[in-house]
């Protein structure tokens, strides 16, 4: 007989076998969202002091908290447990997005508990973004408002296709079964609007735990889960797309000169050794030779492993990258119809560039065309030139270079992007791709014999483009035709892109808003990029008011091509001149959206040129132009 089990030894057992299970049990990501004070916090709070979530000392804190910032009169507020921020305490609202983490015997939770004022709608969104299951909670008393219809479509927007309808203070309308059905038969309206295909709906009260944790003796009438219950059962996994095998390249790997592997996390599919792979967007192909992991190589990687792959061939690959299925692989395309949540404080203007982040590439972007915006009331479109923050449009997109993509309904990582202001660094927007504009996979490069070199080499000249900005009345006309007439004297080949002088032709149809000065800018950039390929000194005089879209500009040409001429004149000394009356009118308030009185001028930050014209005469300044030019 062997010896007999210590009771130490079973308490190991015991213990393996309950970590092996915590292990394996499944995790549910969900939000809690709906407008101020509908209890999403309070919700949450007590969902983790009934599950044991909490320890001792955050049990103390709570009770010592209660006592400072509660609304209970001493009693436990468990709406604490998430206002982590000072103002929220204050307030008694949630500002920042609080992630908490929770188990129960069947299955891991991690929740979001997302803001309910409509200024926070973009730290809602974060939280959507990775969620499988949104708590939407209304308050009885309230009914439906507008801020339960803007998360439930934003909640729809970003693929969330369960929710749980809490219809919470239920005992404060005496657990009415007649309000109950109201609000509910509103919700699943909106619902059907939204394409959201699974809604189960709780009469809830969070303060007092009434269909929490359990089935409350209050709701005879109700005889659907609790709100632990129907988060502990709900299948909230998606259906396999049949998209095929995705894998983002995140990193190349390469230890030493004897392994190359690709590394990322498995996007859609599976894949095994010796499948066929193709990689885009160049579109090599080869078989994959080994999957490598920490733990050893496997047989096969599925969706959410992170894999390190190798390949039978040598070839470029680098981040950004995405490794497909040879017979089912994505599309690849820069132009896309894609609808997008503004984050951004300043309003987003068609035109102007952006970094578009998707997947592990980050490429450069611009909105091309805002074809409407959305009524988050309604869902109806409406008329839109910009967007302001947390307005939701559906728009066309233009990328600088193609990308593999999948539709947002069938993958999440490869649909969904945000775009980055590319002065802050900050995120500015949030949207999901529906699908390429075909137009984009039909326009390519023609090959021309005749170059720019060989068209300037023929003009005995470098091209160059001379970007005179500055106030209106500032001098830059003035400047750039003596720089000109000097020029053409000496036998340079150039011409002039004045700003009066376009908006009688090609930009006619152009007003003055923001909106219409980013498209007026890029036109004539473009122009200019023509002009310059033509061999061509081009010198071009705009106010062009705005960083963003001198940059823009900038990036149209090689190194060393473009010069920015900074024509810096004060306002006031601008402002005395005005030899056309436009600052009168504008003082008067007969010129909307004039530069410098109610439309900001964003002052050059490196131009490679800055003339001061109240110390210089024009003459002198514009040698100096032309001595740069031909140092």
């Known amino acids: ?35 101020v004070d509908d209890g999403k916090s309070t919700l949450i709070g007590r969902l983790l002091f009934e ?14 908290d209660s006592r400072r910032h509660g609304t209970r009169n001493g009693e436990i507020d468990y709406a604490l447990l998430l206002d982590g921020l000072s103002a929220e305490r204050e307030q008694g609202i949630t500002i920042d997005v609080a992630y908490r983490f929770f ?33 939407v909670l209304v308050d009885a008393r309230k009914g439906l408002l507008a801020q339960t219809r803007r998360h439930s479509y934003i909640a729809s927007l970003l693929g969330i296709r369960h929710v749980l309808l809490a219809v919470n203070k239920m005992d404060l309308v005496g657990f009415d079964f007649a309000v109950f059905d109201e609000i509910v038969a509103g919700y699943r309206e909106l619902a059907a609007q939204l394409g959201i295909a699974h809604v189960q709906a709780v009469p809830l009260s969070a303060l007092q735990g009434d269909n929490l944790m359990q089935r409350s003796a209050n709701t005879p009438w109700y005889d659907g889960p609790s709100v632990l219950e129907y988060l502990e059962n709900v299948d909230a996994t998606r259906g396999a797309s049949g998209i095929g095998f995705r894998l983002p390249v995140q990193w190349v790997n390469r230890p030493d000169q004897d392994f190359r592997g690709f590394a990322g996390t498995v996007a859609a599919g599976s894949v095994k050794p010796g499948d066929d792979i193709v990689v885009l967007p160049s579109g090599r192909r080869s078989k994959v030779a080994r999957i490598v992991t920490a733990g050893g190589d496997l047989d096969l990687a599925g969706e959410g492993q992170a894999v390190t792959l190798t390949l039978q061939d040598e070839l470029d690959i680098s981040r950004g990258d995405v490794i497909a299925d040879a017979h089912k692989p994505p599309q690849v395309s820069d132009q896309f119809a894609a609808h997008m949540l503004w984050m951004g404080d300043q309003a987003l203007l068609p035109g102007r560039p952006y970094w578009l982040k998707i997947g592990t590439r980050t490429v450069s972007a611009s909105v091309t065309e805002i074809k409407h915006k959305i009524d988050v009331n309604t869902q109806e479109p409406l008329a839109a030139k910009h967007l302001e923050l947390n307005e939701v449009g559906y728009c066309n997109l233009y990328l600088d270079q193609p990308v593999p993509f999948e539709a947002y309904a069938d993958s999440r990582t490869l649909g969904g992007f945000i775009l980055i202001d590319r002065q802050s660094n900050a995120t500015v927007a949030a949207g999901t791709l529906e699908f390429a504009l075909r137009r984009a996979g039909n ?10 070199t060989a068209r300037a ?5 470098k091209p160059r483009v001379l970007w005179f900005t500055g106030l209106s009345g500032s001098g830059k006309s003035t400047i750039a035709n003596l720089v000109d007439k000097r020029l053409h004297g000496l036998g340079y080949h150039t011409f002039i892109l004045d700003g009066d002088n376009v908006r009688h032709g090609l930009n006619k149809d152009l007003g003055f ?24 000194i081009v010198l071009v005089s705009f106010i062009s008011p705005f960083r963003a879209e001198r940059r823009m500009a900038r990036e149209l040409f090689a190194p060393g091509e473009f010069v920015e001429v900074f024509i810096d004149t004060p306002l006031a000394v601008a402002e005395e001149r005005d030899v056309k009356g436009l600052y009168a009118k504008a ?8 530069t410098g009185i109610d439309s900001p001028y964003e002052i050059p930050e490196a131009a490679e040129l800055q003339l001061d014209t109240v110390s210089d005469p024009a003459e002198h300044l514009a040698q100096r132009v032309i001595d740069f030019l031909l140092d």
């Not at 979530?53 to 010592?64: G, P, Y």
């Not at 003082?587 to 004039?594: D, E, H």
Request: a neutral charge.
């Open 457 to 461: 080499r023929i003009k005995g000249q």
């Open 51 to 64: 599950s044991r979530a909490l320890f001792d000392d955050q049990l103390s804190a709570l009770e010592s």
């Open 587 to 594: 003082r008067a308030g007969q010129l909307r959206n004039f």
């Open 103 to 135: 188990s129960t015997d069947k299955r891991k939770f991690i929740v979001a508990d997302c803001p309910g004022h409509e200024q926070y709608t973009r730290n809602m969104a974060t939280g959507a973004s990775t969620a499988d299951v949104a708590v």
């Open 1 to 35: 007989m062997g010896a007999p089990t210590t009771t130490s030894e079973t308490a190991a057992s015991e213990v393996a076998a309950y970590l092996q299970r915590h292990e394996t049990k499944g995790l549910l990501r969900f939000i809690t969202c709906g407008s």
């Open 443 to 452: 326009i390519h490069w023609q090959h021309l014999d005749v170059d720019k």
């Open 513 to 536: 808003t923001d909106e219409d000065r980013v498209e007026n800018i890029r036109r004539v950039a473009e122009v200019a990029k023509l002009m310059a390929d033509a061999g061509l």
